[in-house]
């Protein structure tokens, strides 16, 4: 919708806002408090052990509901008012897409009262959106909570015309109040500033318009700034704080800031973004913030924007900005900001926190925060800074505490995390700033299944929920599950686990248990969300080990688990590793991980992919959790549809019947606008039309593959496009769909999903864990596709929209693909991956050539360029390497793929000077190792064994009962091995005549390959 101001409607409501701004403080909460705020609740921690207590124990935080933040009292003098949502009536664009804010079931009307904003506005229309910036309105709904609305040229008017009209007098009564706050400091510029000075010609008041700094209208007669001028080639513009200079004919015309064409529109747009840059400094000084130079010996001066045509650079003290974006000030202006000593990892999330800071309707800045929420919550730098607005929702921290943090950091705290957890201690937040911070990343990660903070409304609509994980069960244990290695979080990360209650279950209980390695400092805080269907969520108490029990309520929609990697303390990397940055211990291959598993009781796990109604209802398809690649002609990663014959399966089908009007209106007005020039193409109008197309696919996949039947050998669903043979398996929790073929013995298991006309998974091959497979594929032989990995051949990013990559690639022999890679085989035709290859951990191969690749390891170190496929080295077909040469307490660590398992019983770690080892005591004591380790069609297993006398037992156990499985046993007396097969009811068995000697190191080989197998000892 597009808002103007209309002059008469705002004279008549300027009493009524005049009298309530002067009545209540509506940044109260913005700037930092030194202590805590007086009526805002607290979490209470239950520690065993006590506040300080190392290692793993016992951890229940009761934190919710929080008076003050997620319950607030009605202010003194702040206005009740119906508001009217935009849910398209008057602007169909807000029907669908990009657009759309609302759910379609959502009353027209609601009543709340206004109390308080976030960000800041300007009183000038900005000729480029047509708009004058409004800044975000957090109403207190009558329910209690308190949540944001916004005014976005873009993408995001939530509210009626007259609503965004209100909010803007109301802010305009408001601002100067925080003005009166901040320095009122006129700063001179510096002798030789960045960029140059363009020569001395005096500057003079520029009165083409009078800009409104800080709501305040000036008086002419009285007026300073702006002042403006041409040095030479320089145009230059001073307000009390910058120093604005455009050098067209060296660093290009901006097509705004400098238009000779359109002086009017020119100056307008002058007029408004002079307005921007003062009242942002007075929204981030006010927040509490070190302004530039203020830690500097001798005078604070201007701050300096170059202005280029297209560009953008940030630097101490100045920045570039093309066309003199507000867009960009943001993010540019904080690349100066003190950090003290973090880690250059965290330096762009600071940016684009300071990018939504100054615009809270850029809401792309969030995108790394809802993809992979298992590694690093900031593991892309970029797009990842949401936490920090989550953490500034409680009054004791200010929601400004984004801009302030790093102002507080000091020189030895190398991560945000350590910052914060300092603060919170220091101001008698947590007892223990380390686990408080664990304590709030838990909720934090808790709150992520909803959004449920007061940005909810603005976030959700455009990401929906973060991508999901997928448990597995514990062999030889009744309801036990574990993470993956692929997925078990890294520090500062979490999974979101789907439940689903047993049948007439009125409780459910998780018995929690991480596996703690005591040099990772494990931790975790774990979390049960109940979630009704409007979207409101309720909560358990956060806890870290033992039962948990939660009574369900009829209203209860969705059950989900979140969990939480809490490490008890924080890495200090020593001087001489600081090169290699943090990423290297935070998101790195190496970094830590944090595995757990939970016995469940009146629930189980259900499927780890998004299904239309998990956000909010049925009503709307929500945003993508896909790594970019959201425009191929399938739905996003990880969406499927709900089949006919389940309970919400005719409603979601009519329910998606009733988006296809709205899409198709949304998508008239966004071309109606764009041919009649109201909007200029660019970044946003080719994301609108972009994603306009792509939701008119995803329901057109979800309502073509609802359709369909459980198959017989296994009952995992095959929608009616798609073809099983009857030999093939598919798992209860597996789908085939939109026309993928299986056949012969292939293998659908778990909750895997293929799909596609030219996808074909045959032979041997098995898809597995919440694996994803789509393209021009082939996948045959004794081919694995695992865990969490993506495998396509079609690629269209947002990047390239008008460009899709489409391959073509056969995945066969023994080759692997396992972790959680989004592997796009994009590039070439012809490619045939087979052999020992392996992909693994966060695998990035950029292959653009055709052939037969056999042999490589593939994974993506944090800071190094991706390999292709022709860079891979001969291992032998190795696959698996357990060399014992770090003691670890509860870790089986693979040294070459991620083929993590578990330590039972503590075994002992030891070294006799030529061989590192560990010792079982054949009792209690064992190594779990991962499944997959022995799904192949041919395997070799190659220990070096020390065998102590008079004792046998088993040496390796694989299977999934004793019915099928295969094993290895030593005769306690001879030494002798035999290898034992059970399958299908038959036992085979094969036995070495000669025995393991006793008290001495001996080579042990076993060979199968399917139809013989062979024991052999050195």
């Known amino acids: 919708m597009r808002t103007s101001l209309i002059l008469t409607a705002v004279a008549a409501g300027s009493v009524c806002a005049s009298a309530i701004a002067a009545e209540h403080d509506y940044y109260r909460y913005l700037r930092y408090p030194k202590g805590l705020v007086p009526g805002v609740g607290r979490s209470k921690a239950e520690q065993e ?52 804010n609302w759910t379609a079931s959502d009353p027209q009307k609601f009543k709340a009262h206004l109390i308080a904003f976030r960000g800041f506005g300007t009183s000038t229309v900005d000729p480029t959106s047509g708009q004058v910036l409004i800044p975000a309105a957090v109403l207190r709904m009558e329910d209690g909570e308190q949540r944001a609305v916004i005014n976005y040229g873009p993408v995001s008017q939530m509210l009626g015309e007259e609503d965004h009209q209100f909010i803007q007098k109301v802010w305009e009564e408001a601002y100067p109040k925080l003005y009166a706050t901040v320095s009122q400091d006129d700063r001179p510029m510096p002798k030789r500033p960045p960029g140059g000075v363009g020569g001395d010609a005096p500057l003079k008041l520029w009165k083409a318009a009078w800009p409104k700094f800080n709501a305040i209208e000036s008086r002419k007669e009285d007026a300073k700034y702006p002042r403006w001028g041409w040095r030479g080639d320089s145009l230059v513009f001073e307000t009390s704080h910058f120093h604005i200079i455009a050098r067209p004919k060296v660093w290009g015309m901006p097509p705004n800031w400098i238009r000779p064409d359109d002086v009017q529109r020119q100056n307008l747009y002058r007029k408004s973004v002079l307005e921007f840059v003062e009242n942002f400094w007075t929204y981030v000084e006010g927040a509490g913030a070190s302004m530039p130079y203020w830690r500097r010996p001798g005078l604070n001066y201007k701050y300096i924007i170059h202005v280029h045509r297209a560009r953008a650079a940030g630097g101490w003290g100045h920045c570039g900005i093309g066309d003199c974006s507000p867009h960009i000030l943001g993010h540019e202006f904080f690349h100066g900001q003190p950090t003290g000593g973090w880690d250059g990892l965290f330096i762009e999330t600071m940016c684009n926190s300071g990018q939504h800071t100054a615009l809270p309707g850029e809401l792309q800045m969030f995108n790394g925060n809802f993809r992979y929420p298992w590694r690093n919550v900031n593991c892309m730098g970029y797009q990842s800074s949401l ?51 664990g304590d709030f990343f838990g909720e934090y990660a808790a709150r992520m299944v909803t959004c449920d903070f007061v940005a909810q409304y603005l976030i959700r609509s455009k990401y929906g929920m973060p991508e999901m994980s997928c448990v597995y069960p514990v062999y030889g244990h009744k309801n036990r599950y574990r993470i993956s290695n692929a997925e078990a979080p890294r520090p500062y990360g979490f999974n979101v686990i789907r439940l689903r209650p047993a049948e007439g279950a009125k409780e459910i209980v998780v018995d929690f248990h991480g596996l703690h390695e005591p040099q990772q400092h494990s931790d975790w805080r774990a979390c049960i969300v109940a979630v009704d269907a409007n979207g409101r969520a309720r909560y358990s108490s956060l806890w870290n080990k033992g039962e948990m029990r939660f009574a369900l309520k009829p209203s209860d929609k969705h059950l989900w688990l979140t969990v939480a990697a ?201 898809i597995g864990g919440r694996a994803w497979v789509v393209g021009d594929l082939q996948v045959s032989g004794d081919a694995r596709i695992l865990e969490a990995a993506t495998v396509t051949t079609i690629l269209r990013t947002p990047r390239t929209p008008s460009q899709r990559y489409e391959g073509q690639a056969a995945i066969t022999g023994s080759a692997v693909i396992k972790g959680e890679p989004f592997l796009f085989l994009s590039y070439a035709t012809d490619q045939t991956i087979t052999g020992g290859v392996v992909l693994d951990y966060t695998p990035d191969v950029s292959n653009r050539e055709s052939g037969v690749f056999k042999y490589g390891r593939f994974y993506q170190q944090y800071d190094r360029r991706a390999p292709s496929f022709s860079s891979g080295v001969d291992a032998g077909a190795l696959y698996a390497n357990w060399q014992f040469n770090q003691p670890k307490a509860v870790l089986l660590e693979d040294s070459y793929v991620n083929n993590n398992g578990v330590l039972h019983g503590r075994p002992e770690f030891a070294d006799d000077g030529e061989h590192r080892y560990v010792v079982f005591n054949g009792k209690d004591q064992y190594a779990e190792a991962p499944p997959s380790v022995a799904d192949f069609g041919e395997l070799t297993i190659d220990m070096l064994v020390n065998r102590s006398g008079g004792k046998g037992g088993r040496l390796f156990d694989f299977g999934t009962g004793q019915d099928e499985c295969f094993y290895l046993a030593v005769d306690g007396q001879s030494g002798r091995p035999t290898l034992t097969a059970r399958h299908k009811g038959k036992t085979y068995r094969v036995a070495s005549p000669e025995g393991i000697p006793a008290s001495k190191w001996a080579r042990v080989r076993v060979e199968m390959d399917g139809s013989t197998a062979a024991i052999h000892i050195d």
């Not at 929601?399 to 910052?419: D, F």
């Open 387 to 437: 936490w920090f607005f989550v953490l500034g929702d409680s009054p004791n921290w200010g929601y400004g505490i984004q801009t302030v943090a790093g102002c507080l950091a000091g020189a030895a705290e190398p991560t945000p995390y350590h910052t914060i957890a300092r603060l919170g201690q220091q101001k008698g937040l947590w007892k223990n700033g380390i686990k408080g911070f």
């Open 566 to 766: 809490t490490p008890g303390a924080l890495p200090v990397l020593p001087p001489s590793n600081r090169r290699a940055g943090y990423g290297s211990c935070l998101i790195g291959i190496h970094a830590p991980r944090y595995p757990w598993e939970v016995t469940l009781t009146g629930c189980e796990p259900g499927a780890p992919h998004r299904r239309q109604g998990d956000v909010v209802n049925l009503d709307e398809l929500y945003g993508r959790c896909d790594s970019d690649n959201t425009y191929l002609n399938y739905s996003v990663k990880q969406e499927v549809p709900i089949p006919l014959t389940e309970k919400d399966g005719q409603l979601a089908q009519e329910k998606l019947a009733a988006m296809l009007p709205r899409i198709k209106a949304s998508g008239d007005a966004l071309r109606k606008r764009i041919e009649s020039g109201l909007y200029q193409e660019g970044w946003w109008v080719s994301k609108k039309t972009m994603r306009s197309g792509d939701l008119s696919r995803r329901v057109e996949f979800l309502r073509a593959n609802a359709k369909g039947r459980r198959h017989p050998n296994g009952g995992g669903f095959v929608a009616d496009t798609a073809h099983v043979a009857p030999t093939a398996y598919v798992g209860p929790n597996a789908m085939v769909l939109d026309g993928a073929r299986v056949k012969d013995n292939a293998c659908i298991k778990e909750f895997a999903v293929v799909l596609g006309p030219k996808t074909v998974i045959s032979g041997n091959a098995k």
């Open 49 to 100: 052990g006590g506040p300080d207590a190392a290692g793993y124990h016992r951890r229940t935080v009761h934190w919710w509901p929080r008076k003050g933040q997620d319950i607030v009292d009605i202010p003194k003098g702040v206005p009740l008012r119906t508001w009217t949502r935009n849910r398209g009536r008057e602007d169909p664009e807000a029907l669908a897409g990009v657009c759309r």
